[in-house]
Nanobody, 125 residues
């Protein structure tokens, strides 16, 4: 059974940092592109940052450029999302997703078939 599990969310003050983890079980993450998506209450799900299977230059939304970075540890079957200088606008449920296709760079949640359940990130002002 393919499963992704996120962790690392929590409550942090504005300007703080969190590192989210996405651990895969039942399959190897190495052949998959990984996307991080978020959804805040009353808002649409959005692709935050997506990275290819080789851990190359990621695609990300403008609002997180320079603040969020991604790294892959294939030996640990884990992908990390490092989030720095968090703002209230980053508050959302964050989910990781995996895609074996070649359109990962569109960073569209519709193209990612495998999903974790998410972890809540709350940034207090």
């Amino acid at each position: 059974q393919l499963e992704l599990v996120e962790s690392g969310g929590g409550l942090v003050q504005s300007g703080g940092s969190l590192r989210l983890s996405c651990v895969a079980s039942g399959f190897q993450l190495a052949p998959y592109a990984i996307g991080w998506f978020r959804q805040a209450p009353g808002k649409d799900r959005e692709g935050v940052l997506c990275v290819d299977k080789n851990g190359g230059e990621p695609v990300s939304i403008d609002s997180v450029k320079g603040r969020f970075t991604v790294s892959r540890d294939n030996a640990a079957n884990t992908v990390y999302l490092q989030m720095n200088n968090l703002t209230v606008e980053d508050t959302a449920v964050y989910r990781c997703a995996a895609d074996a296709g070649n359109r990962w760079s569109l960073c569209s949640w519709r193209l990612y078939p495998y999903w974790g359940r998410g972890t809540q990130v709350t940034v207090a002002s």
